[in-house]
């Protein structure tokens, strides 16, 4: 099932400039707190992802 949820997510993103698979994309990354597939850089310029601080989103 993870394996199936990680796939999804990775072709819903690639998506991510048609409408439906957009709202998508922010649904999930809104309820796993998450964003992109590389973090930091996209988090900040992306509008479907969680608003975070610089600090919030380094990650040990």
Do not use: H, N, W
Not at 10 to 19: A, F, G, H, L, M
Not at 22 to 44: H, I, N, S, V, Y
């Amino acid at each position: 099932v993870i394996e199936e949820l990680k796939d999804f997510y990775k072709e819903t993103y690639t998506k991510r400039s048609q409408p439906a698979a957009r709202e998508t994309l922010k649904a999930f990354q809104l309820a796993l707190d998450c964003c992109g597939l590389t973090g930091f850089l996209e988090q900040q310029f992306m509008d479907t992802c969680p608003k975070k601080t610089a600090v919030e989103s380094f990650t040990v």
